[in-house]
């Protein structure tokens, strides 16, 4: 449940137009992997994938919460 929750809170920001029109102008397929790690801690690498540790995800009660933190790495991707 935990990577289908990710994927679908990503899915949710990358079709917002803020995020849609770079990422698309850069040719970026967003993937999004959940590490089973209890640390809270997400990154993301050039290439448009984004690892979600665990530890995240069990420290964000809320979707909402969540994608603070993914729209902050797409945010690093669309500026890159």
Do not use: K, W, Y
């Amino acid at each position: 449940p935990s990577v289908l929750r990710a994927q679908n809170v990503t899915e949710t920001l990358v079709t917002n137009p803020i995020f849609q029109h770079p990422l698309h102008e850069m040719g970026l397929t967003i993937r999004v992997f959940v590490i089973n790690d209890g640390d809270p801690h997400i990154h993301s690498n050039p290439s448009g994938t984004i690892f979600i540790n665990r530890g995240l995800l069990e420290l964000c009660p809320t979707d909402d919460r969540l994608a603070v933190h993914i729209a902050h790495e797409l945010a690093h991707l669309a500026l890159e």
